[in-house]
């Protein structure tokens, strides 16, 4: 069982930067696959991005690439997401997951956060 709970979602206006963390406890954090997930209202849950268990490879979602990036630091159990360029369509709660298969799969996760509200305002 992995516990994970995020943190650093808030309102910022378009153009603004977000950092969001996610802080994991439990089982071995390095044994997992992390992934960003987000899910605005009224939509379906939408994948973001995803790091390997070590940081080296990342896969990020088309309309994220080049402004999010993903990171985590094993020795503090954390995983990350820096969000620049914010858009009003980034508007979402944002959930952190772990997956305990080695590829950077899109869905299939196996632990989730509760998840943090970002607003972003034009």
């Known amino acids: 069982q992995v516990q994970l709970v995020e943190s650093g979602g808030g309102l910022v206006q378009a153009g603004g930067s977000l950092s969001l963390s996610c802080a994991a406890s439990g089982r071995t954090f390095n044994n997992y696959v992390m992934g960003w997930f987000r899910q605005a209202p009224g939509k379906e849950r939408e994948f973001v991005a995803a790091?390997?268990?070590?940081?080296?490879?990342?896969r990020y979602a088309d309309s994220v690439k080049g402004r999010f990036t993903i990171s985590r630091d094993n020795a503090k159990n954390t995983v990350y997401l820096q969000m620049n360029s914010l858009k009003p369509e980034d508007t979402a709660v944002y959930s952190c997951?772990?997956?305990?298969?080695?590829?950077?799969?899109?869905?299939?996760?196996?632990?989730w956060g509760q998840g943090t509200q970002v607003t972003v305002s034009s």
């Open positions: 997951a772990a997956d305990q298969a080695s590829s950077l799969r899109t869905t299939g996760y196996d632990y």
């Open positions: 790091i390997s268990r070590n940081g080296a490879w990342t």
